[in-house]
């Protein structure tokens, strides 16, 4: 049973424009979340995290809203540039643990 | 959907024991496994890539004698830490690579005293 999902495999976007990656969960014990980006051949890079108690967490381009009713995050990336062409992934945290539950990854390709 | 079952989750260690981590695929066929090491920022690191029946990948400035991958079968992978010392004390994770994308384990903290 998944407990992190990443319902789009896929997500192709234009340079400058929005992108808006979605994640849902199932777990309400889940109390901190973590979006990582992933280059080919290079391992999973922390890019930005929210705890359940905020539902915002803004660095720079990147935004991660978190709707705690909805058990959905979304990273938003504003505006988008072909560097950010990666496979974006969500994990999720239960409250007291170590462990993390990874998403299945969605492919952004932004191109010009 | 895709499961990679890790266990175990949480390992505390004397130094200069040896520790075994596992990492299975419960429904898909792993033919690669990635193995990562979490650093306190928060990014993973690949140390090693194995592929089912193959000798293992490693990453440059991972030790292959102290960290062991075998991966003997298309759901059964595994990192085996010999002679571990405290510097070794870290989250470990486990991925396994299928059609349409990534599958992770829940990872494994291991701490070594």
């Known amino acids: 049973d998944q407990q992190v999902k990443q319902n789009s495999p896929s997500l192709s976007v234009q340079e400058g424009r929005i992108s808006i990656l979605n994640c849902d969960y199932t777990?309400?014990?889940?109390?901190?979340f973590l979006w990582y980006k992933k280059y080919p051949a290079e391992g999973p890079t922390f890019l930005i995290s929210?705890?359940?108690?905020?539902d915002k967490n803004e660095d720079g381009r990147f935004t991660v809203f978190l709707n705690k009713s909805a058990k959905h995050l979304s990273l938003h990336i504003v505006p988008s540039q072909p560097g950010d062409s990666a496979v974006y992934f969500c994990?999720?945290?239960?409250?007291?643990?170590?462990?993390?539950?990874f998403g299945t990854g969605t492919r952004l390709q932004v191109f010009p | 959907g895709a499961v990679v079952s890790q266990h175990p989750s949480r390992v505390i260690c004397k130094s200069g024991t040896s520790v075994k981590i596992e990492c299975r695929s419960l429904?898909?066929?792993?033919?690669?496994m990635f193995w990562y090491r979490q650093f306190p920022k928060q990014s993973l690191m690949l140390m090693a890539t194995?592929?089912?029946?193959?000798?293992?990948?490693?990453e440059q400035g991972v030790e292959k004698d102290k960290f062991l991958i075998n991966h003997a079968s298309l759901t059964l992978s595994t990192l085996t830490v010999t002679s571990a010392h405290p510097e070794d004390s870290s989250f470990y994770i486990c991925?396994?690579?299928?059609?349409?994308?990534?599958?992770f384990g829940s990872g494994t903290r291991l701490t070594v005293v």
């Open positions: 429904d898909f066929q792993a033919t690669t």
């Open positions: 777990n309400s014990m889940f109390d901190y």
């Open positions: 194995s592929n089912e029946g193959s000798k293992a990948t490693y």
């Open positions: 994990a999720a945290s239960p409250v007291d643990t170590d462990k993390l539950i």
């Open positions: 991925s396994g690579d299928r059609v349409g994308g990534y599958t």
């Open positions: 929210i705890s359940s108690i905020k």
